[in-house]
């Protein structure tokens, strides 16, 4: 008995050895490219998997998103502006084969394509556009990254700037900017008003000259307005017709002096 337990048990601790170092334990968003003696032989997981020791290798890959941050970029707009730009990247594995055969570390290559592509984007842009078009910046560093990224198996799925910082002496600039687009727009809208305010005037005018009573009605209301403010002014009423027949006496006077 003592003799088949030390010839058997080697046997036994080296099986189980086998079968440990044979099996392995991916989670749900796990997979595992399989190499066989160096040959790739497919993709296993997720859950349990036995694998050959020594002649078989895995590489277990996360497919879960993974949040990527760009490190600050200084760009040069398109109007010679210098900006220090930041943003960050939304991107998942696919296709674990591509991702582990086609390059080396597909993490860093994202990374170092992420901060090439973000600077030739940017410096085809204006300042301006940079400001106030940020969601289209987006979309075109998202749609470039994504197509390069696709031979590697990985999927971007957003790309977020972050902050576009300028310089003081810039700031200060599009400040001035901005005040004196303000400053125009109100000097617009009041031309505007004062447009709209004489012509409303020459139409209420041209009522009034239709009717002669109606003119001595609107300054017999004037009257009543200013009487209703107890205050001290004293009014004379002037009437419309003696203005008139003295305007016409005028005339008729400088008709009859002679020529010099």
């Known amino acids: 008995m003592l003799m088949n337990l030390a010839f058997y048990g080697p046997i036994l ?12 334990i991916l989670r749900e968003y796990e997979r595992g490219v399989i190499f066989t003696l160096g040959r790739f032989t497919g993709v296993k997981g997720p859950g349990l998997i036995l694998m050959i020791p020594v002649v078989q290798q895995m590489v ?33 594995v696919i296709d674990p084969e591509r991702s582990v055969i086609q390059v080396e570390n597909f993490r860093q290559a994202t990374s170092e394509l992420a901060q090439t592509t973000l600077r030739s984007v940017l410096g085809k842009h204006d300042l301006d ?63 505007e008003g004062e447009e ?8 209420a005018a041209r009522t009034l000259a239709q009717q002669p009573e109606a003119m001595q009605l609107r300054y017999l209301s004037t009257l009543a307005m200013i009487g209703a403010q107890n205050n001290s002014t004293i009014v004379f009423p002037f009437p419309t017709e003696l203005g008139q027949a003295l305007k016409g006496l005028v005339q008729q006077a400088q008709d009859r002096q002679p020529p010099a």
């Open 13 to 24: 601790v080296l099986a189980l050895a086998l079968f440990a170092a044979s099996v392995r």
């Open 60 to 92: 277990r890959v996360d497919q879960r998103v993974a949040v990527f941050d760009v490190p600050t970029q200084d760009v040069i707009s398109r109007d010679n502006v210098s900006v220090k730009v930041n943003a960050v990247i939304y991107f998942r």
């Open 129 to 191: 556009e940079m400001l106030s078009e940020r969601d289209k910046l987006n979309n075109d560093v998202q749609e470039i990254l994504d197509s390069q990224t696709d031979a590697w198996g990985i999927k971007v799925a957003n790309v977020e700037i972050k902050h576009i910082d300028l310089n003081e002496g810039m700031v200060r600039v599009i400040a001035r900017q901005a005040e004196a687009e303000r400053e125009r727009r109100a000097k617009v809208i009041h031309a």
């Open 196 to 203: 709209q305010a004489a012509q409303m005037l020459l139409n």
